[in-house]
Nanobody
Framework: QVHIVESGGGLVHPGGSLRLSCTVS????????MAWYRQTPGNQRELVAS???????KYPDSVLGRFTISRDDAKNTVYLQMMSLESEDTAVYYC?????????????WGQGTQVTVSS
């Protein structure tokens, strides 16, 4: 059974930085693309970063230049380095694997990690 655990969230001031981690077990991590998503109450999950199994990354304009996704296949872990955080980045952040497109992640999700950007 696939198990996803996100960590690293917290409270940060505007302009600050955080590094999120996500460890996946129960599957062959290296064959999948991985992505980070975020969700605020009442809204759908939003894709914020993706990385293919070959290391190609992609970001929406809202986080481009501020967020960096990376992966360590030896540790079955994907990271999200977030800089210059804004109040609009406040959300629960999730990671998930995908095969093909990050717009179609697999169905099982972890518990997420809360990021709150506030002064």
């Amino acid at each position: 059974q696939v198990h996803i655990v996100e960590s690293g969230g917290g409270l940060v001031h505007p302009g600050g930085s955080l590094r999120l981690s996500c460890t996946v077990s129960g599957t062959i991590f290296s064959v999948y693309g991985m992505a980070w998503y975020r969700q605020t109450p009442g809204n759908q999950r939003e894709l914020v970063a993706s990385i293919t199994n070959g290391g190609t990354t992609k970001y929406p304009d809202s986080v481009l230049g501020r967020f960096t996704i990376s992966r360590d296949d030896a540790k079955n872990t994907v990271y999200l380095q977030m800089m210059s955080l804004e109040s609009e980045d406040t959300a629960v952040y999730y990671c998930n694997r995908y095969y093909g497109s990050p717009d179609n992640p697999f169905d099982n999700w972890g518990q997420g990690t809360q990021v709150t950007v506030s002064s």
